[in-house]
């Protein structure tokens, strides 16, 4: 039996570009995920839109089972964040998104969470897994964490040869501005 053999882990899936190094890193490990795309960090629309589609189309070429949790959130994002825009990763998109994908996978049967954030060499890994472990131990799930960093550059290089979409910011609003404004 291989190492992740009869585990049922669900991965947060942020878009489809950071999904790739995961879902091979864990496929080689024996394990396959469901993928689980909650974002109402995600904004504008049209950004939440195409990452979805993008994701969508990606799970398809992959044969990986997707689950679509539709909440666009921004009103919900800008009152959780406004009082504390420094510290919105952590204190906000971090945790909700999180907290979310182990109420699914509690309720569905999953044993186990894990997120494609740790991907980015642009997140804070150590609060990414900080997060993931209280939020598994509430829910009585295991967390997993990979560092999938090294594999960074090969999902990138993956999705544009696809023609997948290739976000430019993070995510949210403010994010989009630090990209765009404050280089």
């Given at each position: 039996m291989?190492?992740g053999d009869?585990m049922k882990?669900l991965m ?12 091979n890193?864990?496929?080689e490990?024996?394990i396959e995920?469901?993928l689980?795309?909650?974002n ?6 049209i950004?939440?839109k ?5 994701l969508?189309?990606?799970?398809k ?5 997707t ?7 921004l ?14 990763c ?5 945790r909700v998104r999180?907290e ?7 309720a569905n049967?999953?044993d186990a969470?894990?997120?494609t ?6 997140q ?11 939020i598994a ?14 594999g960074f550059?090969?999902?990138q ?6 023609e997948?979409?290739?976000q430019k910011?993070c995510g949210c609003i403010?994010s989009?501005?630090d ?5």
């Amino acid at each position: 039996m291989r190492k992740g053999d009869n585990m049922k882990l669900l991965m947060h899936t942020c878009c489809a570009p950071c999904s790739i190094n995961c879902i091979n890193v864990l496929r080689e490990e024996g394990i396959e995920p469901t993928l689980y795309w909650y974002n109402p960090n995600i904004h504008p629309y049209i950004e939440y839109k195409n990452r979805k589609e993008s994701l969508a189309k990606y799970s398809k070429i992959e044969n990986v089972e997707t689950i679509f949790e539709e909440e666009y959130g921004l009103k919900d994002f800008c009152k959780n964040v406004i009082n504390n825009l420094e510290n919105r990763c952590v204190d906000y998109c971090y945790r909700v998104r999180l907290e979310k994908t182990a109420q699914y996978a509690k309720a569905n049967g999953y044993d186990a969470i894990t997120t494609t954030l740790f991907v980015s060499p642009y997140q804070n890994h150590q609060e990414i897994k900080k997060i993931l472990e209280e939020i598994a131990k509430k829910y009585s799930l295991k967390p997993i964490y990979r560092d999938f960093r090294p594999g960074f550059r090969i999902g990138q290089n993956k999705a544009r040869e696809l023609e997948l979409y290739m976000q430019k910011y993070c995510g949210c609003i403010f994010s989009e501005e630090d990209r765009y404004i404050k280089k």
